[in-house]
């Protein structure tokens, strides 16, 4: 399947002390940044930034409408978003975790080398199914019942709509070359929240409506 170029709505940063954007979360007001030892908050209309909370934050991260979820290392982190505590703690399914969404009350867990979508129990880590992709795996997001997902090898990046039960690409979006995909979130309507990887940027990509 030939991609459509993606439309890059608006792009922000690099942040100050920001050396690169894992996972990113919108909670609805705002956007979140894995930013490594902190969460960053960001407004998603102009990039300004609103706080930051103190918390290791490595790879995917995700919103469940209360709370955020936040892949650490080996580990799984939900975090209350006011305080900043840490409230429980599962495992990572392991090697090499990326991207992390939430739906259907369950995770869904990018692999980027194993090229692989988990989705887990929130409660125990346990797997309960597992969706092979033919790409490498960034970050990963549910809208109006389609699973996204970035890819990312070399040069080239891009956003994928894939069949949740045959991993059957759908819809293929290519970002210029050299821009990078790593955390992905949507703002449940026509927009992508894009990490940018080590450029430190986010930015807002237009999502294509459903081509069958």
């Known amino acids: 399947m030939k991609p459509f170029r993606a439309e890059i709505i608006s792009e922000y940063g690099p942040y100050p002390g920001v050396d690169s954007i894992g996972g ?6 705002q956007a979140w940044l894995a930013t490594g030892g ?7 209309d102009n990039g300004r930034m609103l706080r930051s909370i103190d918390v290791a934050a490595h790879a995917g991260t995700a919103f469940d409408g209360l709370h955020l979820y936040q892949i650490a290392e080996n580990r799984i982190h939900k975090i ?22 939430w739906a259907e009350g369950t995770l869904w867990v990018g692999q980027y080398r194993d090229r692989r979508i988990h989705q887990i129990d929130p ?9 092979e992709s033919n790409r490498f795996v960034t970050g990963v997001t549910w809208v109006e019942g389609e699973l996204w997902h970035g890819t ?20 293929s979006l290519a970002m210029p070359e050299g821009v990078g995909v790593s955390g992905l979130d949507s703002d449940g309507g026509d927009r992508f929240f894009c990490g940018g990887g080590h450029s430190g940027k986010l930015r807002t990509v237009r999502r294509p409506r459903s081509a069958g």
């Open 24 to 29: 990113v979360a919108y909670d609805g007001r």
């Open 38 to 44: 902190s969460l960053t908050a960001v407004d998603p």
């Open 80 to 101: 209350d978003p006011q305080s900043g505590r840490v409230l429980a703690t599962i495992p990572a399914p392991g090697g090499s975790d990326s991207g992390l969404a």
């Open 123 to 131: 409660h125990t880590g346990a797997i309960l199914r597992t969706i």
């Open 152 to 171: 990312w090898e070399g040069d080239e990046s891009g956003l994928r709509r894939i069949d949740p039960q045959t991993g059957e690409v759908l819809q």
